[in-house]
């Protein structure tokens, strides 16, 4: 992922909107902190993806949730906030035709963020390349060089994420129990057909 900020810069501020400031303060609630996960079929709602999308980005290495993330059965993976709001991401980029390449890219630049900083961030794409702009200025300078296509104002998707996640129970890393968790049909469907064979 390229930043146009690295590539351009300006003498203008980089600083979030005075809106987003109002909305995305420092004190972040415990649920959008790295404390906080949510097991996978609260991801999958919230962020529009299948489970079998979001276990597949996990072994890959795509996306690896931050909150935990076991190895082997028996143990559910936690994604924090920060990881839902790039899932979505990843999503919305993979429907308008953007290479899991350039994804991977993003990602990476995307997780070096802290969760407060993300809101302040859009990103734009040509179809073939994503470019972070931290400014509406940045915005602008693609636009008119052509290169922006779509963009996708991670302010917004933090709101959607937030409204999506507020029905749905979190939990913290340490409340693990290897108990059999609801949910987790691969894990149902390991167990029986262990059992049966």
Not at 77 to 91: E, P
Not at 181 to 196: F, I, K, Q, S, T
């Amino acid at each position: 992922m390229v930043s146009k900020g690295e590539a351009q810069r300006s003498a203008k501020s980089n600083a979030p909107a005075p809106m987003q400031e109002a909305l995305f303060t420092q004190d972040l609630p415990e649920e959008m902190t790295d404390q906080v996960g949510y097991r996978g079929p609260a991801v999958c709602r919230a962020a529009g993806v299948t489970y079998r999308q979001l276990d597949y980005w996990a072994r890959t290495g795509l996306l690896e949730p931050s909150v935990r993330n076991p190895t082997g059965s028996g143990h559910q993976r936690l994604y924090s906030f920060r990881d839902i709001l790039v899932v979505k991401v990843i999503k919305r980029l993979l429907d308008t035709g953007v290479s899991l390449q350039q994804i991977r890219v993003a990602v990476t630049v995307l997780r070096e963020h802290g969760v407060a900083e993300l809101a302040g961030i859009t990103l734009m794409s040509d179809g073939a390349s994503v470019y972070e702009c931290t400014s509406d200025d940045q915005v602008i300078d693609l636009l008119r060089g052509g290169q922006g296509v779509f963009g996708i104002a991670l302010g917004s998707v933090w709101r959607e994420v937030e409204g999506s996640l507020s029905e749905m129970p979190g939990e913290r890393a340490e409340d693990e129990t290897p108990a059999a968790h609801p949910g987790d049909e691969l894990r149902e469907r390991r167990v029986r057909r262990n059992a049966a064979g």
